[in-house]
């Protein structure tokens, strides 16, 4: 039995002495040549990269320091440390396990390049491959890094396809043909093995004077398995904004189709809460992105599977306004299946933060607005959806808006109700002038949206409503188009006065679309119009206007203006108006001729319309002040014809 102890304890005492003289030999300078020469030939070997390794110190047991790495290719660097130390446990190889205790990188650089061909640094820098004549095993080691420091990194990107590509929507260069990133710090650990990945970032900072920003914090723990996605407790700060974020998925298997029925059953959860958003840094990252100023705080919270997700909260917030979104959202992988059900509830618009936010969209000046409470409700495909807004405007009244909207065909389809109570547009238009309290009423289905090719029929109802001190009542307008024909029929009540007005307009002859307009005017009193109780008057009559041209200087037509038993003030008249026939057929020969009880003018040569206007406009305006002061009229314009072209020189009235 001793002699069996005995030679026991020999083979222990000679493994330990084994050890020792293995340990001792890795510490040696022969070692270290050797290790530093193996690695340098496999490089080379497998790779067309240029690879420098500086001094090694330490030894294979207890870990390495090497002084100065330096990978190149073809003389451009793509990666240089100053200092590389590695702290492992040989004792875990035997089990399968490579565990790193400990990996410091000091100063290291990485530089990525992509040129004009769009071919990267790195793509080159593998040597050709052979085919393998028989399928590779699965790598079964697990891997732990408990440690990974990184200190005073540095990152470079250039990429050449994109220096000179413009932004379509803001004209501005990308920021990412040239991304610089300085003084990385970071400490993170992981694990890796066949069943799952696990991934700590205890912290990363760095600086990104690409973007004029940098990363104040950013920490996080991931974990990837077969059967799920875990991301914890993520923290992100830099100079403008932060947030926190978990997130959870059930795994994607490599073998499911993007959108695939299984892919759908994922069940996914995420919950973020970012109290600051600077859209002055968002905008340096995304240049397209419309929103250019300000801050704002998000609250996002949803759950449920792929194909049937539930928002339980969409809370986006500025100092001012703010909008809360809830619903369902399916088939989110399938763009043109996906189906929204959302609600906007209880909801907060301050205009004057529109422009702030929205420079760069040229949208009409609403800063003078008051805020404004919204909801609404949105259901529907994005080509085929119901909608409802409804649009509490406080001191200048409501706004009531549902729709139908079909985008599938080549023609889009449409319905659509509009209801406004107590409406002020002089608020909207911010213009004293238009003073006005309209209850209006309005509903409109077909489809197409041009003259062209629509068919369609909107029928508008005003009553109890008030504007330019004008009463309305029991008014209404409706429109109908089809088959390039466009009809109107409008019917305007106001105390005692009444206008109708029936109109049409042929599309068929693009070049000159032909148009038809007739109307009546019973009781119509000038004071309400005017405001001044000195146009007191009872106006009944009608107007006739036909003619066709696609715009005033290719117009032909007659107008015609005629009064029935009237009174202006305690004067009575009837008679015919004015006459005015235009033909402009002929380019070098245009005629007008107007023809009224108190003024006769004839223009024939080669002229423009809008000086002939302004001498109608000057002589409506002497027959009413003639009329208001109870005097003849007398012709008071003098015409010149130079050069085929029509001046009129007014002379006030004595």
């Not at 609404?376 to 139908?404: M, P």
């Not at 429109?479 to 307009?505: E, G, H, M, Y």
């Not at 809008?610 to 305006?621: D, E, G, M, N």
Request: with cysteine; aromatic share 6%.
């Amino acid at each position: 039995m001793k002699k069996w102890w005995k030679i026991v304890l020999g083979v222990v005492l000679g493994l330990v002495l084994l050890c020792v003289l293995a340990v001792g030999f890795t510490q040696t300078k022969i070692f270290r040549e050797w290790l530093r020469g193996y690695i340098l030939s496999t490089v080379h070997r497998n790779t067309n990269g240029q690879l420098y390794l500086g001094d090694f110190s330490g030894s294979l047991f207890t870990g390495l320091t090497i002084n100065g790495v330096s990978l190149s290719l073809g003389g451009e660097e793509l990666f240089t440390a100053d200092l590389v130390e590695l702290r492992y446990n040989p004792l875990e190889l035997p089990q399968k396990h490579i565990a790193l205790g400990k990996l410091v990188l000091t100063h290291p650089r990485i530089h990525l390049s992509r040129s004009r061909d769009g071919s990267w640094n790195f793509e080159r820098l593998p040597r050709e491959k052979r085919a393998p004549t028989q399928t590779s095993p699965n790598f079964l080691w697990a891997i732990e890094l408990k440690s990974l420091e990184i200190v005073n990194g540095e990152f470079s990107l250039v990429d050449s396809t994109v220096t000179e590509t413009l932004d379509s929507l803001s004209s501005t260069v990308s920021p990412y043909g040239r991304v610089v990133l300085r003084s990385v710090d970071s400490k993170i650990s992981a694990a890796l093995s066949t069943d799952e990945v696990r991934i700590a970032v205890d912290r990363l900072t760095l600086k990104a004077p690409s973007f004029s920003t940098q990363l104040e914090q950013f920490s996080t723990s991931l974990q990837y398995s077969k059967e799920k996605f875990v991301l914890k407790n993520l923290t992100l700060r830099t100079l403008g904004s932060a947030l926190t974020m978990n997130a959870e998925a059930e795994s994607l298997r490599v073998s499911e189709e993007l959108g695939s029925k299984m892919m759908q059953k994922h069940r996914v959860h995420l919950d973020m809460d970012a109290p600051r958003i600077s859209f002055d840094e968002l905008r340096k990252f995304l240049p397209a992105c419309p929103l250019r100023n300000g801050t704002v705080r998000l609250n996002l919270v949803f759950n449920g599977s792929l194909g049937n997700l539930l928002l339980e909260k969409l809370d986006l917030r500025t100092e001012h306004s703010g909008l809360k979104v809830a619903g369902r959202i399916q088939d989110l992988l399938h763009p043109k299946d996906c189906t929204l059900d959302l609600t906007l509830s209880a909801s907060t618009l301050d205009p004057q933060e529109v422009s702030t936010y929205l420079p760069s969209v040229h949208l009409p000046d609403v800063s003078h607005l008051e805020k404004a409470n919204l909801s609404g409700h949105f259901k529907g495909k994005l080509e085929n959806f119901e909608a409802k807004v409804v649009a509490d405007l406080r001191a200048i009244g409501r706004v009531e808006l549902e729709s139908q909207l079909d985008l599938r065909g080549p023609i889009p389809q449409y319905q659509g109700k509009f209801l406004t109570k107590e409406l002020d547009i002089r608020g909207l238009l911010h213009d004293e002038r238009f003073e006005s309290r309209l209850n209006i009423s309005g509903e409109i289905s077909g489809r197409g949206t041009k003259l062209e090719d629509a068919d369609l029929t909107a029928n508008v109802t005003v009553d109890s409503s008030e504007i330019f001190n004008v009463p309305l009542e029991n008014s209404a307008l409706s429109i109908t188009a089809k088959n390039k024909l466009l009809r109107s029929d409008a019917s305007l009540r106001s105390n005692r006065s009444t206008l109708r007005i029936q109109s049409s307009i042929d599309l068929h002859d693009e070049t000159a679309p032909a148009y038809d307009l007739q109307g009546e005017f019973l009781s119509l009193n000038l004071a309400k119009l005017f405001q001044d109780d000195d146009y007191m008057s009872e106006l009944n009559g009608s107007v006739t206007l036909r003619g066709s041209g696609r715009d005033l200087d290719h117009a032909t037509g007659n107008l015609d203006l005629n009064f029935q038993e009237s009174r202006f003030r305690n004067h009575a008249f009837q008679g015919p108006g004015i006459k005015l026939t235009l033909d402009q057929r002929q380019h070098t020969k245009k005629t007008v001729h107007l023809a009224s009880p108190i003024f006769d003018a004839n223009i024939e040569g080669d002229f423009h319309l809008t000086p002939f206007l302004s001498l109608v406009k000057y002589q409506v305006r002497n027959i009413l002040r003639s009329l208001k002061e109870k005097l003849p009229f007398v012709d008071s314009t003098r015409m010149l014809l130079q050069a085929g072209r029509a001046v009129g020189r007014p002379i006030a009235p004595q």
